[in-house]
């Protein structure tokens, strides 16, 4: 049984996060820095602030985090050859603003040594503001009622609003508040270490994380401060990027208070002072703002944060507040999942889609990164996983939000051609990890051979036009992609002539999904989704045709298009070769995968888990283990492809081997095993996916959100047990709720029209909100959905399998239709990877197993 099974029903610890359907509550401080840190982070997708106590320290790991702000530089490799990745790219944390340092008797306010009368920090989902309150009892036995809140805008992009009010309970004393900006990342003081030196310090031992840096980063270009509000510019060192960051202030006192305010270089501080009486309160509100861009001067970035600043000046703090809340107010309506009876749950799955909201509401066409802008983790690169996991929620509950996250690949576009062209190839190949459009991976076997990136954008496109019925974005930016992607198939492809006449497509030399098996032949999700943009493409040019002669003729010159090669991608299509196993009736993850030693997962230790931090690949490869889904991801991406018996014996024989190192796995196993019918094992997943970050099951919370685990959160829900599914625009839906789950409810929007789904045991109910009337099936019944609701009863929530433990097929005599006989064989010492345990006899084997 994989280790994601083991997960417990609530790995949380309720001590210190209570359970809340709405909130994430901190009970009491402490616990891991760094996790908390991303736990409580605000971010609306362009500007992110980890939730840092206000007070600057102690502190994990800072971070405030522009979206798509980074810093290049060039990637030495030990022996390099041609086509390799040249420039990596690394997003930097940009200036502090987030302090509010507090002195009562001159006595700072430190968290981690303060006497504290009662603590409570929280999020509520519904306003989207970290709120902190606090009753500190100072060295001189004085009671001090501290308060703050920070708010990063989800309505004004640039903005972040702080507010920090102090009242004396008793006695009285004098007060200060250090409201300040500080370039942390290049002063040594804070990070024992200073400037210096040209190259990044690449030798980390975790590829998941950063990339630190010798040289400084952001060069000041100009620092100014009037009497309430303070500016700093900066230019990224070899980027070029620039950036200002700009703080005003509003202080309200019933005493009398001093200013001083100051900037320099890499700090901007505006001090308030004076003496408190009992039951006196002390208010500082700050609003900063944050202006960047690839190339624009810093002075047109600073007149851009005095305009930010002045509108906040003029509409007041409670005006952007409100508006926050009805903007969340929006998103709840369009987005919220619905559980019952199910608290923990609930709380976990709103905190998943609220991060959602925090990483997709104005990314605007920056796109998605890998951890939002809540952690530095995989050094802010966008992944494939935004396509598949992050943008179906987008396309099904905020349709521009997914238009904007897709006009980013548009943009990469002309970069991605150049990159085909770099690795000989006609079309595009956008790049596996990246921000400004060039491939930053570099090692290439994991990274660049990952030519499915291609088909996965294609797949988003495709979904997104058939969901929302925007043929405009269609015409206008889809077809150009699915052409070029198509294109590269075609060519990356290659036809093989067998001796009966007959003819096949093959795709070799790429890996897929799955990262503990690379460079293969026919890798089955590469050729499935491959497949599928082929098809979708000839489909993309001949709809514009029809509908727009005119735009057709101007793509066909622009692209140099001809009708033969539009037909050639059907008979790509039409011939690519997926291979299958016929004795074990399943599909193979690669031409030679079977013939791999299988690697015994339940004999594994648990700290030589993840295997890539535990042994080196050449270790990995030779085994039949798998990292994330692969075969069981094509078959959730494409199930109308396979039978319902394909898919369970693809799944029951691929999940003991998959290891769950991957936090993209869990929710994919989830939704697969419920269709299948083993419900406890899509339960055990779900959770295993629900608490990635809650729970950190992966131990990198620190790092930041698992952006995408949280949209496969969605995805559980509403594909795995809602049953919902899409194939070229028709919805469907064949529901698998859990057994101790007595409701689920989510809405859905498709094609402008939203309506709400409702699960019980006995029924599947929907009603129309807003729009059109929309038809949709429930196991093949048509129904349609209009205001008055329909409900379908049911008789069972699908087939229900047995699933205890779900063990490896290997080792039984028909396991290989040569007859041979496949061993596992597991290192028993992790930290000597060539000792290996005695083969037993093969009878012995087949008899035991």
């Known amino acids: 049984m994989t280790r994601l099974r083991n997960v417990p029903a609530d790995p949380v610890d309720r001590t210190r996060l209570p359970v809340d359907p709405w909130r994430l509550v901190e009970a009491r401080p402490g616990g891991d820095p760094g996790v908390m840190e991303t736990l409580f982070a605000t971010a609306n997708g362009y500007l992110g602030m980890r939730a840092t106590p206000e007070e600057g320290r102690d502190v994990a790991h800072y971070g405030t985090f522009l979206n798509g702000f980074h810093e290049t530089w060039s990637i030495h490799h030990a022996e390099s050859a041609f086509g390799f990745a040249k420039t990596g790219q690394t997003m930097i944390s940009v200036p502090d603003s987030s302090v509010l340092k507090l002195y009562v008797d001159d006595e700072p306010l430190l968290l981690t040594i303060a006497d504290l009368e009662s603590y409570e920090r929280w999020i509520d989902f519904r306003e989207g503001v970290l709120r902190r309150e606090l009753i500190w009892r100072t060295p001189a036995g004085k009671r001090v009622q501290v308060s703050s809140s920070r708010m990063v805008s989800f309505t004004q992009r640039h903005l972040a609003l702080m507010e920090l009010q102090v009242t004396m309970l008793d006695g009285a004393a004098p007060v200060a508040v250090s409201s300040q900006i500080i370039n942390r ?3 040594a003081d804070d990070f024992g270490k200073g400037g210096g030196g040209s190259s990044p310090i690449t030798d980390k031992d975790d590829p998941r994380r950063t990339t630190d840096f010798t040289h400084r980063v952001l060069e000041p270009l100009q620092d100014w401060h009037s009497e309430r509000r303070m500016l700093l510019g900066y230019r990224v060192a070899q980027s070029g990027m620039t950036l200002a ?8 006192c019933e005493a009398e208070m001093e200013y001083l305010i100051d900037t320099m270089p890499d700090l901007g501080r505006q001090v308030v002072r004076g003496h408190l009486e009992q039951g006196q309160t002390l208010t500082v509100r700050k609003a900063v703002t944050y202006h960047s861009s690839r190339s624009v001067p810093h002075r047109e970035l600073f007149d851009r944060c005095r305009r930010t600043l002045d509108r906040v000046r003029e509409e007041g703090f409670s005006t952007h507040y409100d508006q926050q809340r009805e903007y969340l107010a929006d998103f709840w309506t369009s987005s919220d999942v619905q559980l019952p009876g199910q608290d923990a749950a609930q709380q976990a799955t709103r905190w998943c889609l609220f991060q959602l909201a925090q990483a997709a509401a104005r990314s605007d066409q920056w796109g998605i990164p890998a951890k939002g802008v809540t952690g530095s983790g995989y050094e802010g690169h966008y992944f494939w996983d935004s396509e598949v996991y992050v943008v179906p929620f987008l396309t099904f509950t905020q349709p521009r939000w997914a238009r904007n996250a897709l006009r980013f690949r548009t943009n990469l576009l002309p970069k991605a051609r150049e990159r085909a062209r770099e690795l000989n190839q006609r079309g595009a190949l956008f790049p596996w990890r990246t921000i400004n459009g060039d491939e930053a991976s570099a090692y290439y076997a994991a990274g660049t051979a990952q030519y499915h990136i291609d088909a996965d954008v294609a797949y ?3 979904q997104y036009v058939d969901v929302t019925g925007d043929q405009d974005f269609q015409h206008r930016d889809g077809v150009r992609v699915l052409v070029e992607t198509a294109r590269l198939w075609a060519d990356l492809g290659f036809w093989r002539h067998m001796a009966d006449g007959s003819a096949s497509f093959h795709i070799n030399g790429v890996t897929g999904p799955d990262e503990y098996t690379t460079v293969v032949n026919n890798n089955m999700f590469t050729n499935v989704m491959a497949r599928y943009n082929l098809r979708r493409a000839c489909r993309a040019v001949r709809e514009l045709q029809e509908a727009d002669p005119t735009a057709y003729e101007a793509l066909r010159v622009e692209l140099e298009l001809d009708e033969l090669e539009v037909e050639q991608w059907n008979e790509c299509a039409d011939g690519m070769f997926i291979a299958k196993d016929e004795t074990l009736g399943i599909h193979l993850q690669e031409d030679r995968f079977l013939e791999r030693e299988v690697w015994d ?3 594994t230790p648990e700290e030589a888990f993840p295997l890539l931090l535990n042994f080196h690949p050449l270790v990995i490869y030779r085994f039949q283990v798998i990292k994330q889904a692969d075969v069981v991801l094509a078959l959730f991406l494409r199930g109308s492809e396979f039978t319902a018996e394909e898919k369970r014996r693809n799944f029951e024989y691929y999940d003991p081997i998959t290891t769950g190192d991957s936090s993209l796995s869990a929710v994919v196993q989830c939704i697969m ?12 997943y779900f959770r295993a996916g629900l608490f990635v970050d809650l729970g950190d099951l992966h131990h990198n919370a620190a790092d930041g959100v698992h ?10 829900l509403v594909h795995g047990f809602g049953g919902m599914r899409q194939d070229e625009g028709r919805i469907s839906f064949d529901p698998r709720l859990p057994a101790d789950w007595p409701e689920l409810r989510f809405p859905l929007t498709v094609r402008g029209s939203r309506f709400r789904v409702r699960l019980v045991r006995e029924a599947i109910s929907f009603t129309l909100e807003t729009g059109e009337p929309l038809a949709v099936t429930v196991r093949g019944q048509e129904v349609t959905i209009t205001a008055d609701g329909v409900t379908v009863p049911l008789e069972d ?4 399998l047995s699933d205890e433990v779900l063990t490896h097929p290997v080792g039984l005599g028909d396991a290989r239709a040569d007859g041979s006989i496949m061993t596992s064989f597991v290192p028993s010492d992790p930290e000597d990877p060539w000792e290996y345990p005695v083969l037993s006899d093969p009878d ?3 008899e035991n197993s």
Request: charged share 15%.
């Open 185 to 187: 990342q290049d002063v």
């Open 245 to 252: 960051v700009g703080a005003d202030h509003e202080v309200e």
């Open 460 to 462: 988003a496109f495709a």
């Open 601 to 603: 997962l339940s004999s």
């Open 673 to 684: 095993a419920a269709e299948v019918g083993h419900q406890k094992a899509a339960l055990d």
């Open 707 to 716: 952006i995408a685990s949280a949209g496969g959160v969605w995805n559980a």
């Open 797 to 800: 929530q699908g087939p229900l």
């Open 844 to 846: 012995e084997i087949i």
